[in-house]
C-alpha cells in the first residue's frame, strides 16, 4: 500500500516530464506562465500545511516568507548587476531564498510558539506588515518603486526562459510534496500529530514539542521562500505591495485546507483545482472577483467539510466498501436474507 | 537630526490623542480576544465597513459620521452575535476553534477586503465635519480636533464599557463566562448566550471606530491591514481582557509611533507596533496589567 519514497519521487518525476514534454507538445507558451503560479502554489500550499495541517499552528505570513525570497533575489541580482560579475544562477537564489526565509521562520518561532497558538497567527500576520516597511524603505532593493529584473530571453536547451522557470517550479513542487510525504511517515509526523492533537499530552509524554514545532516552521518558512525565489524573474517588475499581498496569504490557506489537511494529497489537490480555478477566472471574469471566490470557498469548506475534498472522498469511500463488504457477507451466511 | 523641543512635545500629545482613538480600535479585540478567547482578526475589517458606512451616509445625507456610527451600532450588535452563533455551532462546539477557526475569521477579513475594493474601488475616501480642520492653539501646541474628538468619544466608550463589564450583571457574567463556564452555569446563565452578546458588543464598538478612523484618516479597503498587527500588540501590552491596560498601552504605542513618524519618517511607525508585540511576547506576556 505505502509506496517507498525513492519510488514516489520517481512517478512523481515521471509524471512532472510527462506534464512537462505534454506542454511543450501543445507549442503555447502561455501554459507555463499560467503553469507556473499553480505550481508556485503547490509549494506554497504544501509548505502552509507542514505547519499549519500537521502541527496545527496557522501561518498568516505566507506573502511575507514569499516575499523574503523574493527580495534576496532582488537584492543578489541589484548586488551582482551593480558590481557587474558573475550572474548566479537560479537554483542557487532559491537555496539562498530558502536559507533567508527558514532563519526568518526559525526566529518567529522560537519568540512566539512558546505561548499559545494564537500568539504566533498574529505574530505572523504583522511580520508581514514589518517586512513591508522594511522593504519599502529599502532603496537599494527599490523601495516603494519596485525593483526590474532584466531576465534573458532564452536559455540554452529549451528555449523561452519562462519553461526553464516552469521547469525548475516544477522540481521544487515535487520536492515538497515528497518532503511532505516523508514528513508524515516518520517519526517527526508523529510528533507533529501528537501537538496538533494535544499539546499538553503530548509534553507529557515527552516529545519535544518546542524542537517539533521549530522544525516545521523552519521547514515551511524555507520551502515559501525558495518559492518566492525565482519569482522576480517570473514577473520582472517586482514591487512590495502586491509581493506582500494578502493573495498569497489566503491562498495558501485555503488551498491546504479546502484540499484536506492531514496528508500531502490535500495542498496538492487544493492547490492544483483552486489554481486552475484562477487562472480561467482570471483571463474570464477579473482578478479581483477570482479573489472573493477563494475567499468564500474558504468559509464555505471550513464551517461544511472541516477535513477537505480528502476528507470528503474518504467518508465516501469508507462507507461503500465496507456495507458492500457486510452485505456480501450476510448474503453468504444466510442466502436471501438480504434484500 | 536637529532636536527640537516644539516638536516633541507635539509629537507626544499628538501621540496621547491618537492612543486614545487607537484604545477605541483595540476595545472591541480586548472583548473578543481577551476576554472570549476568540481570536477574531477580522475584527479590522469590521472597522472598515463601519468608516465606509459612516462615508456613505455622511456623503449623501451630510450626517456626523460619529452620530451615524452610533446609530449603525445596533446592527454591526446584531451582525456581531450572528457571526458568533456561526462560529459557535461551527468550530467551537466542535473543539476546532484553533486552526479552523482562525481561518475562517481571516475568510471574512479577506472577503470584506475583496467585496469593499470590488464596489468602491481603491481610492481614498474621506468624511466632511465642522470639526475636521480646525485647531486648538496653544502657546506651542497644535491640536487638531479631527484627532481630540475621537480621543474623547473614544475614552467615553471605553469608560462606559467598563462600567458595563464591573457594575452590571451581564459584564460581570461576561468577565466570569472567561474564568470559569461551569460555575457560571451553576448560576443558572447560559455561557453561550453571554458570550455571544458579548462578541455582538465587541463589533459594535467597531462601528464606532471605523468613524474614528475615517475622520482621522481618509480610508481604502486595505487601511485595515496595518491595524491588525498594532491591535493585536495593544491588546497583548495592555494585558489580556483589561481594559485600563488596554488605554495605557495604546497611549504608549501611540506616542512611540508618533515620535518615530516625526524623527524618522512617517513610513516607519508600522513597524513599531510589531517591535513592541515580539517584545511583549518575549518579555512579558502577561502584559502591563495582565491578570
Redesign the interface.
Known amino acids: 500500500m505505502t509506496v517507498r519514497t525513492p519510488v514516489f519521487l520517481l512517478v512523481w518525476l515521471v509524471i512532472s516530464a510527462a506534464v512537462f514534454a505534454g506542454s511543450l507538445a501543445l507549442g503555447n507558451d502561455y501554459i507555463f506562465f499560467a503553469g507556473y503560479v499553480v505550481l508556485q502554489y503547490v509549494v506554497l500550499g504544501t509548505a502552509w500545511n507542514i505547519l499549519?495541517g500537521y502541527c496545527?499552528y496557522?501561518n498568516?505570513g505566507s506573502a511575507a516568507f514569499f516575499a523574503l525570497g523574493a527580495y534576496s533575489s532582488v537584492a543578489i541580482y541589484k548586488l551582482i548587476t551593480e558590481n557587474d560579475f558573475y550572474r548566479m544562477p537560479i537554483p542557487v537564489l532559491m537555496l539562498i531564498g530558502g536559507l533567508v526565509s527558514g532563519v526568518v521562520g526559525f526566529g518567529m518561532g522560537y519568540?512566539?510558539l512558546r505561548?499559545r497558538?494564537?500568539?504566533f497567527?498574529?505574530?505572523t500576520?504583522?511580520?508581514a506588515?514589518?517586512l513591508?516597511?522594511?522593504v519599502?524603505?529599502w532603496d537599494f532593493v527599490g523601495g516603494?518603486r519596485g525593483a526590474y529584473i532584466i531576465r534573458p530571453e532564452q536559455i540554452e536547451p529549451i528555449g523561452n526562459y519562462i519553461r526553464y522557470l516552469f521547469l525548475l517550479m516544477m522540481v521544487l513542487a515535487v520536492a515538497g510534496i515528497t518532503i511532505a510525504r516523508l514528513i508524515e511517515h516518520s517519526r517527526l509526523g508523529y510528533g507533529f500529530a501528537s501537538i496538533r492533537d494535544d499539546e499538553l499530552a503530548a509534553e507529557a509524554a515527552g516529545v519535544p514539542t518546542l524542537r517539533l514545532k521549530l522544525i516545521a516552521t523552519t521547514i515551511s518558512g524555507a520551502l515559501m521562500g525558495m518559492a518566492g525565489a525565482p519569482f522576480p524573474y517570473y514577473i520582472g517588475y517586482l514591487q512590495p505591495s502586491s509581493t506582500f499581498g494578502?493573495d498569497y496569504?489566503?491562498n495558501s490557506?485555503?488551498m491546504p485546507?479546502i484540499g484536506g489537511?492531514t496528508s500531502w494529497v490535500g495542498p496538492l489537490i487544493g492547490a492544483l483545482l483552486l489554481g486552475s480555478l484562477q487562472q480561467i477566472a482570471t483571463v474570464t471574469i477579473s482578478s479581483?472577483?477570482n479573489?472573493?471566490i477563494?475567499?468564500?470557498l474558504?468559509?464555505i469548506f471550513?464551517?461544511i467539510a472541516?477535513n477537505g475534498i480528502v476528507g470528503l472522498v474518504h467518508t465516501y469511500l469508507q462507507r461503500k466498501p465496507e456495507d458492500f463488504v457486510g452485505r456480501r457477507r450476510v448474503e453468504a451466511e444466510m442466502p436471501g436474507r438480504v434484500p | 537630526m536637529i532636536f527640537s523641543l516644539d516638536l516633541l512635545i507635539n509629537a507626544v500629545v499628538s501621540g496621547i490623542l491618537i492612543g486614545g482613538f487607537y484604545a477605541a480600535v483595540t476595545s472591541g479585540v480586548s472583548l473578543s480576544f481577551g476576554i472570549l478567547d476568540i481570536v477574531n482578526i477580522a475584527h479590522p475589517a469590521f472597522i472598515i465597513l463601519g468608516s465606509y458606512i459612516a462615508y456613505i451616509v455622511n456623503a449623501n445625507l451630510g450626517i456626523d459620521p460619529i452620530l451615524t456610527s452610533i446609530a449603525v451600532m445596533p446592527a454591526f450588535y446584531v451582525l456581531g452575535s450572528g457571526i458568533y452563533q456561526v462560529y459557535y455551532v461551527s468550530f467551537e462546539k466542535r473543539g476546532q476553534e484553533s486552526l479552523r477557526g482562525l481561518a475562517f475569521f481571516f475568510g471574512l477579513l479577506f472577503i470584506t477586503e475583496v467585496t469593499l475594493v470590488l464596489y468602491f474601488g481603491v481610492d481614498y475616501r474621506y468624511v466632511e465635519a465642522s470639526y475636521i480642520g480646525a485647531a486648538w492653539h496653544f502657546a506651542m501646541l497644535d491640536i487638531p480636533f479631527r484627532i481630540l474628538v475621537p480621543c474623547l468619544v473614544s475614552l467615553l466608550l471605553i469608560a462606559a464599557l467598563q462600567i458595563f463589564l464591573t457594575r452590571t450583571f451581564v459584564g460581570r457574567a461576561i468577565m466570569a463566562v472567561a474564568q470559569d463556564q461551569l460555575a457560571l452555569r451553576l448560576m443558572a446563565v447560559d455561557p453561550i448566550k453571554i458570550k455571544r452578546i458579548a462578541f455582538g458588543i465587541s463589533i459594535a464598538t467597531a462601528s464606532l471606530a471605523g468613524a474614528f478612523l475615517i475622520i482621522i484618516q481618509p480610508v481604502e479597503p486595505s487601511v485595515g491591514r496595518e491595524y491588525i498587527g498594532r491591535i493585536f500588540a495593544i491588546c497583548v501590552l495592555g494585558g489580556m481582557g483589561s481594559l485600563p491596560g488596554t488605554v495605557i498601552a495604546a497611549m504608549l504605542i501611540g506616542i512611540v509611533e508618533s515620535l518615530t513618524s516625526t524623527f524618522y519618517g512617517p513610513s516607519w511607525a508600522p513597524a513599531v507596533s510589531f517591535g513592541f508585540l515580539l517584545l511583549t511576547l518575549a518579555v512579558r506576556p502577561a502584559g502591563l496589567l495582565g491578570r
Open positions: 499549519g496545527g496557522v498568516f519568540l512566539t505561548l497558538g494564537a500568539f497567527a498574529i505574530a500576520l504583522a511580520l506588515v514589518v513591508q516597511t522594511l519599502v524603505n516603494s494578502l496569504a489566503v490557506i485555503a485546507l489537511t479581483a472577483v479573489l472573493l477563494v475567499g468564500c474558504l468559509v471550513v464551517i472541516p
